[in-house]
């Protein structure tokens, strides 16, 4: 995980070294819940704990409490224990999220369209149907190396897109549903 630098108030002769955001700004724990839930793939209790700079232990109890909560999955099946963010409940976190900000459904679709409108173009321009598609282009000896970060960047805003597709279409779906309970229409018998 980077560090965020930030300025210090101290004048250019002082000796102490200057901290980033993470360590001057957070807990250990803090830190822990950060890591853990913006992971993009599963990750082992060590991982997470060298990412948020604290040790394996706590590192640990934090991510049980996480699983406990039902912020985060655990995997045992492979032959390390890993932790995931659970998917599911974020997506649905975020579809109320969408459903209380101050956006018409049609604003919501709207931009549905504009992200389907976005791939289209990407598929188009690449001449290639997915994200990993477009990665393996990379091979080309012919790309410049700015080329390549280029096409690295569109294929994790494409995937990125690819979900937030989902999240959307969800929220747009169940618009009644996600609806706060005082604005829901009432049931007839």
Do not use: C
């Not at 724990?29 to 948020?52: F, G, L």
């Not at 963010?85 to 974020?90: A, G, I």
């Not at 970060?149 to 549903?177: H, N």
């Amino acid at each position: 995980m980077k560090s965020y630098p930030v300025s210090t108030d101290m004048d250019e002769n002082s000796e102490e070294p200057e901290t980033g955001f993470m360590e001057r700004q957070t807990t250990g724990e803090d830190r822990v819940r950060m890591v853990a839930r913006q992971v993009s793939e599963p990750r082992t209790v060590n991982w997470i704990a060298s990412e948020a700079e604290w040790s394996h232990e706590p590192t640990k109890r934090v991510l049980e409490r996480l699983v406990d909560d039902g912020v985060l999955r655990r995997d045992e099946s492979g032959a390390h224990t890993t932790y995931s963010p659970d998917y599911r409940r974020q997506a649905m976190q975020e579809a109320v999220r969408l459903r209380d900000s101050h956006r018409t459904v049609e604003e919501l679709t709207d931009r549905l369209s504009e992200m389907k409108t976005q791939i289209r173009d990407w598929e188009e321009a690449f001449v290639v149907e997915s994200p990993n598609q477009l990665r393996a282009t990379i091979a080309d000896e012919t790309l410049s190396s700015a080329e390549e970060d280029q096409r690295r960047a569109i294929a994790r805003e494409w995937e990125y897109l690819q979900q937030r597709i989902q999240i959307v279409g969800f929220a747009i779906r169940e618009w009644d549903f996600l609806a706060p309970s005082a604005d829901r229409p009432e049931a007839s018998n």
